[in-house]
């Protein structure tokens, strides 16, 4: 039997408040799903906009230290 067969067998013997409470988990199981694949999409995009940024200077790097000059913060 396969587990879709064992929770429909499950469920059916539920009362419907319990039922809510399976619907409401399994709601978040899909939107913790959904918010995971969102958030890859926009990693995703965001490396694929740096990688065809043409500015020559997006790998230039600075010492920390003069950073930290530049902006006031002692280290």
């Known amino acids: 039997m396969s587990v879709r067969e064992q929770l429909n067998q ?4 539920l009362p419907d408040y319990k ?3 399976v ?3 399994v709601q978040g199981l899909v939107a913790e799903d959904m918010a995971e694949k969102e958030d890859d999409a926009y990693c995703e995009q965001l490396l694929k906009d740096y990688q065809n ?5 997006k790998t230039d ?3 920390l ?3 930290a000059r530049e902006l006031g913060v002692a280290l």
Not at 10 to 13: C, E
Not at 53 to 57: A, G, N, Q, R, W
């Open 23 to 25: 619907l409401a988990y």
């Open 61 to 63: 790097t600075i010492p």
């Open 65 to 67: 230290e003069q950073l």
């Open 10 to 13: 499950l469920t059916a013997t």
């Open 53 to 57: 940024d043409p500015d020559p200077h």
């Open 19 to 21: 039922l809510a409470y």
